[in-house]
């Protein structure tokens, strides 16, 4: 089956923000820990977030140029992805605070919301997807 145009357009902004947002982030990670300057840290920490608003962008112009019922099926997803989302983060901060899980440093379960929630996303579309397939 061939890709429709709004696939291609999607992909085309989708993977380079992508690629961008690997960079960044390798980048953040070699140099964030070897530079003294404060202002330069911050620009460091939050030059990934320029790819990660692209991807975004990207996700809501498909949503946008999509028929119906692929309009139906991204959002369905994006809202079961955000529950789930936020049941789980708030599920594991009550376990971090009630001591029942240790040694999860709050930098790390806080920059892990984003890509949970795109996972989340990616395998509820996937489930929904396939449910519509068996009708």
């Keep these: 089956m061939a890709m429709r145009p709004v696939h291609k357009r999607y992909l085309k902004r989708f993977l380079p923000a992508m690629a961008g947002y690997v960079a960044l982030i390798a980048l953040y990670g070699w140099l964030v820990p070897r ?13 990934p977030m320029v790819p990660v608003v692209l ?26 992805a955000a529950l789930l989302t936020s049941c789980g983060f708030l599920s594991f901060g009550l376990l971090l605070s009630a001591e029942v899980v240790q040694g999860a440093p709050a930098e790390l379960v806080a920059m892990m919301v ?22």
């Design 35 to 47: 530079t003294e300057s404060v202002a330069l840290r911050t620009l460091l920490a939050l030059l």
């Design 114 to 135: 984003l890509p949970c929630f795109f996972w989340l996303f990616g395998m509820a579309k996937l489930v929904l997807v396939l449910r519509l397939r068996r009708r």
């Design 55 to 80: 991807v975004m962008r990207a996700m809501a112009l498909v949503i946008r140029e999509q028929d119906e019922l692929e309009r139906q099926i991204d959002l369905q997803a994006l809202a079961v």
